[in-house]
Nanobody, 122 residues
Framework: QVQLVESGGGLVQTGGSLRLSCTASGRAFSWYFMAWFRQCPGKEREFVTRISRIDGSTRYADAVKGRFTVSRDNAKNTMYLQMNSLKPEDTAVYYC???????????????WGEGTQVTVSS
């Protein structure tokens, strides 16, 4: 079992940057594959990026590729999401997720944080 807490959300203008953090407690952080998802009102939760527990390899949704960077620091039990060149369509609640195998769908993750709001103004 693991508990996840996101932080770092806020309001930023188009073209700006923001860094999110996901801090884990409970089982050793390095045990899990980690991912970021996001959800807008009236839409389904969608995949943003994931990072492997084995070799740190990453995958990104096409919508954020080249703009977002995911990383993890196992010693600090923390995963990060650096978001650059933000667009209004990036506005969403961003969720941290943990699972035992790599996946790009929300059903692949058993553990979730409560989310942090990111708002990108025009």
């Amino acid at each position: 079992q693991v508990q996840l807490v996101e932080s770092g959300g806020g309001l930023v203008q188009t073209g700006g940057s923001l860094r999110l953090s996901c801090t884990a407690s409970g089982r050793a952080f390095s045990w899990y594959f980690m991912a970021w998802f996001r959800q807008c009102p009236g839409k389904e939760r969608e995949f943003v990026t994931r990072i492997s527990r084995i070799d740190g390899s990453t995958r990104y949704a096409d919508a954020v590729k080249g703009r977002f960077t995911v990383s993890r620091d196992n010693a600090k039990n923390t995963m990060y999401l650096q978001m650059n060149s933000l667009k209004p369509e990036d506005t969403a609640v961003y969720y941290c997720a943990a699972g035992t195998s790599p996946s790009s769908i929300k059903e692949g993750y058993a553990y979730w944080g409560e989310g942090t709001q990111v708002t990108v103004s025009s």
